[in-house]
């Protein structure tokens, strides 16, 4: 089944411990992509990739980290998570190009105290 | 600055009746306007996705269209059901990244409530 996956699904933690969340696609997307999502605000891209070794910050990276090493990982990192990152963060992929379809994966939620 | 707007924020009806979501945005250069389903909790799910060219598509019982003269979008569901109950993101692509991909910029949705 054509899918993202992201993990963990679900994470509480305190101010300053480093986490990853990880985000895996099967469906040899080049484009990878990670959202929060906020109430009032819709998605915000975190950051992109468009394909191994190559990243880019979206419009809010700030205190986020990325690394694409393999094709179908794209990983985020927060190396000193903060309150103002407690929000719902998603994991996207698609063909490269204008029009293909993004799939979302299921969301992590995190809680930041 | 590049914004997408979404009307109404929310929306309760009956199941069984039609509605209509509205998206005005102000996208330039434009690619492609795309509808999403969020049920809560979940990731989105695309519903839709057209071009410059197409001002109509369907999925189902959901139907969007496109004026891009007047930078409007609509999607209409027909005949509602308990699990169209969901947010409903409209997403307009166009403009650049630094890379020479495309923006995608997102909308704050329509949170639609179906009531048996």
Known sequence: EAQ?????RYLITVTGKKLTVTCSQNMNHEYMSWYRQDPGLGLRQIYY???VEVTDKGDVPEGYKVSRKEKRNFPLILESPSPNQTSLYFCASSLLGASYEQYFGPGTRLTVT | ???????????????GKNCTLQCNYTVSPFSNLRWY????????????????SENTKSNGRYTATLDADTKQSSLHITASQLSDSASYICVVGGG?????????????????????
């Open chain 2, 96 to 116: 650049l990244s630094n890379f020479g991909n495309e923006k995608l910029t997102f909308g704050t949705g329509t949170r639609l409530t179906i009531i048996p």
């Open chain 2, 1 to 15: 600055k590049n914004q997408v707007e979404q009307s109404p924020q929310s929306l309760i009806i009956l199941e």
């Open chain 1, 49 to 51: 990739s468009m394909n």
């Open chain 2, 37 to 52: 389903k969020q049920d809560t909790g979940r990731g989105p799910v695309s519903l839709t996705i057209m071009t410059f």
């Open chain 1, 4 to 8: 993202v996956t992201q993990n963990p």
